[in-house]
C-alpha cells in the first residue's frame, strides 16, 4: 500500500536516496508525500472539470447552461489553477530546501497546520461555489466586487491563501538555519531557485490575502463600500501572481530533472543565478495584462509595465531558455551521450516519462506559453487578445504545456525519489506525455485561433445564443470540432497520469535504483561555472529556430491588430 518502500532510516530519520544520492530527512518525505498526493487528486477532480466546460464550448454539443457553465468553470479553476499547483509548489520547496541541502525540515508542525488551513480553506470555498444559488450571486474564480460573492467564499480563499503562507514558512526557516550554519557556503542552484520561487509566492499570496480580506469584511457589513478599481487590482497580484508562482517552479524543476534523468551541467550559474533575480523584481508586474482595458490604470503606467519592466522578465526567460537546454547539450556530450548537431537530444532517455514530461514542457510552453505571453503584455497587441477565448488560449499554454507536464514528470520521478516504486504500466507511462503534450497542444492552438482570427469571446458558454450580437461565427464551427475533439483526448491523456501515479503507488513493485556514478545532485553547487569545453552548437541552432518563430507570430499579430478597425475610402 502507499509508501511500504523498504527504506533504511538512521536513527536521526535520515536515508540516502538510491537515484540522486541525496540525504532525505523523513520529516521533509512525509510532508512532500501528503501535498503531492492531495495536488494528484485535484488534478483528478479537476480534469472532470475540465470536461464539462469543454463540452459546452464545444458548439455542437452544448452540454451546460450558463448558471452551471460559470460554476463548474470556477471549480475548474480552484482545483488546477489552486489545489493541482500550490499543493504541489509546496512539494517543490520542500524538495528544492531540505531534500537538496541534505537537512531536516525545520518547524514541520507549521508544514502539517499550513496543509490542514489549505484544505480547510479551499472546501470552503469550494462548498460556496458548488451551492450558492442565489441569482447572480454565485461566486467565480475572479470574484469582482461590488459582485455580492457569499462570504465564506471570500473567508475561504483567505484561508486557503494563508495555509499556503504557513506551509511556506518551514522551507524558509530551513533555508535561514542552513546559512547561519554555513555562512560562506552559497546555496545550490537548485534550492536558490526555490528560493526565489517562495519570495515570489509571498508577495503574491499577501497581495491576494490583502485583496480578499476587505472583500470578505464588505460582505459582512464590516466595510459600507469597496472600491472596485482599487481591488482589481489587488486582486491580479494573486490572479496572475499565482501564474508567476508556477512560471519559477517550473523552471526550477527544469533545472533539476533535466539534471537527475538527463546528465545536464549548468552552463552558467552565474547567469541563471542573475535570470532568478531579474524575476524577483520584473515578474510579478505581468499581472498587469489583464488589466490593459481598465479605466483604473493611466496610459503611463500601462507603457512603462508593458516596455521597461516587462523586457526585465522577458530577458530572464530568454537567459533560462538558452542555459537549460545548453547545459544539457553540454553534460551529455561530456559523457559522450551522441555526437553530430542534435545526437545529444536524439539519444536522451525520451521513454522514461520525467525526462520526456520536462522536454516536451520546455518546448511547448516556450513556443506557445511564452511566445503568445510576451505579444499579450504588450499594450497594443494586446487590443486583439484580450477577453477572447485565445487568452485561455495562452495560459492554457502556460500553465498546462508548461507547468502541468513539468510537475507531471517531477511526480514521476518522486514515485520512485520518495515512494520507492517502479511504475505501474511503464510502457503507458512512457506514452502519456507525448498523448498530453500533443492533445493540449491542439486545444491551445484553437482557442488562440478562435479568439484571434473569429473573436470569439471567453466567458460566454456559447456564441450562437448571445443576444443582440451582430457577429456571425458560424465560420468558426469546425474549429471548435477540432478543438472539443482535442479537449476529450487531452482530459483522457490527463486521466490515464493519475492511473499510473495511483497504479504505481498500489500496485507498483519495489524500484531499485540503477548503479549510477557521481549521483549527487551537484548543478549549482556555488563554487565555480563548468568549464565552456563542450560544444552547445545544436542549442545555438534550436534557439535560432525559436527566435524566427517568434519574429513571425510577433509579425502576425501586428497585422491582426491593423484589420481590427478598417479605414474606409
Not at 530546501?97 to 496543509?115: M, N, T
Not at 469582482?144 to 465564506?152: G, H, K, M, Q
Request: overall charge neutral.
Amino acid at each position: 500500500m502507499f509508501g511500504l518502500a523498504t527504506f533504511d532510516y538512521d536513527d536521526d530519520g535520515f536515508r540516502e536516496c538510491g537515484v540522486t544520492g541525496l540525504t532525505i530527512h523523513k520529516s521533509a518525505e512525509d510532508l512532500v508525500k501528503l501535498f503531492g498526493l492531495t495536488a494528484i487528486v485535484s488534478l483528478a477532480v479537476g480534469g472532470a472539470f475540465a470536461l464539462t466546460v469543454a463540452l459546452t464550448r464545444w458548439e455542437a454539443i452544448g452540454l451546460l447552461g450558463p448558471g452551471k457553465y460559470y460554476r463548474f468553470t470556477s471549480l475548474h479553476a480552484w482545483f488546477m489553477i489552486l489545489f493541482w499547483m500550490v499543493f504541489m509548489e509546496i512539494a517543490i520547496l520542500y524538495v528544492g530546501g531540505p531534500f537538496v541541502l541534505g537537512r531536516k525540515l525545520s518547524v514541520p508542525k507549521l508544514g502539517w497546520a499550513g496543509y490542514g488551513i489549505m484544505l480547510l480553506g479551499g472546501g470552503l470555498a469550494v462548498y460556496s461555489i458548488a451551492t450558492y444559488d442565489l441569482p447572480n450571486q454565485a461566486p467565480f474564480y475572479t470574484s469582482y466586487v461590488p459582485l455580492p460573492s457569499p462570504a465564506p467564499y471570500f473567508a475561504g480563499a483567505v484561508l486557503f491563501l494563508l495555509g499556503a503562507l504557513v506551509a511556506a514558512v518551514p522551507f524558509f526557516v530551513t533555508l535561514w538555519r542552513e546559512k547561519r550554519e554555513n555562512p560562506t557556503k552559497t546555496l545550490p542552484l537548485i534550492t536558490f531557485g526555490a528560493f526565489i520561487t517562495g519570495v515570489i509566492a509571498l508577495e503574491a499570496l499577501v497581495g491576494g490575502i490583502t485583496a480578499l480580506t476587505p472583500a470578505f469584511l464588505w460582505r459582512i457589513g464590516f466595510f459600507e463600500h469597496l472600491d472596485a478599481a482599487w481591488y482589481r487590482q489587488m486582486f491580479w497580484t494573486i490572479g496572475h501572481g499565482s501564474q508567476q508562482i508556477n512560471l519559477l517552479a517550473m523552471i526550477t524543476v527544469w533545472y533539476f530533472m533535466t539534471h537527475v534523468i538527463g546528465g545536464a551541467e549548468v552552463a552558467s550559474e552565474k547567469v541563471s543565478r542573475v535570470a532568478f533575480v531579474l524575476y524577483l523584481f520584473f515578474i510579478n508586474l505581468g499581472a498587469a495584462h489583464h488589466l490593459m482595458s481598465d479605466p483604473a490604470l493611466s496610459s503611463a503606467w500601462r507603457m512603462w509595465n508593458t516596455s521597461y519592466a516587462a523586457y526585465g522578465a522577458v530577458v530572464a526567460s530568454m537567459i533560462h531558455a538558452f542555459a537549460i537546454p545548453a547545459g544539457l547539450e553540454a553534460g551529455r556530450r561530456r559523457k559522450g551521450a551522441g555526437g553530430g548537431l542534435f545526437g545529444w537530444l536524439w539519444s536522451a532517455p525520451w521513454k522514461d516519462p520525467g525526462f520526456s514530461s520536462t522536454i516536451l514542457s520546455i518546448i511547448l510552453f516556450g513556443f506557445l506559453g511564452g511566445i503568445t505571453g510576451v505579444m499579450m503584455g504588450q499594450m497594443q497587441l494586446n487590443m486583439s487578445w484580450h477577453n477572447n477565448l485565445a487568452v485561455p488560449g495562452h495560459f492554457h499554454a502556460t500553465v498546462v504545456l508548461g507547468t502541468t507536464l513539468s510537475f507531471m514528470g517531477l511526480a514521476y520521478y518522486v514515485l520512485r525519489l520518495v515512494f520507492g516504486r517502479d511504475w505501474f504500466a511503464s510502457r503507458l507511462a512512457s506514452i502519456q506525455p507525448f498523448f498530453y503534450g500533443g492533445a493540449m497542444a491542439v486545444v491551445c492552438l484553437m482557442m488562440m485561433y478562435l479568439g484571434l482570427l473569429f473573436g470569439v469571446p471567453r466567458r460566454h458558454p456559447s456564441v450562437m445564443d448571445i443576444p443582440g450580437t451582430a457577429f456571425d461565427f458560424s465560420p468558426a464551427e469546425p474549429f471548435f470540432v477540432v478543438f472539443g475533439a482535442a479537449a476529450i483526448l487531452s482530459v483522457v491523456a490527463g486521466a490515464l497520469f493519475v492511473v499510473v501515479a495511483v497504479g504505481t503507488l498500489l500496485f507498483g513493485g519495489e524500484f531499485t535504483p540503477p548503479i549510477v556514478e557521481d549521483r549527487a545532485i551537484s548543478p549549482g553547487s556555488g563554487d565555480a561555472d563548468p568549464p565552456h569545453d563542450q560544444s552547445m552548437r545544436g542549442t545555438f541552432v534550436l534557439v535560432l529556430v525559436f527566435f524566427g518563430v517568434f519574429v513571425v507570430l510577433y509579425a502576425l499579430n501586428w497585422f491582426l491588430l491593423s484589420q481590427v478597425w478598417e479605414i474606409g475610402p
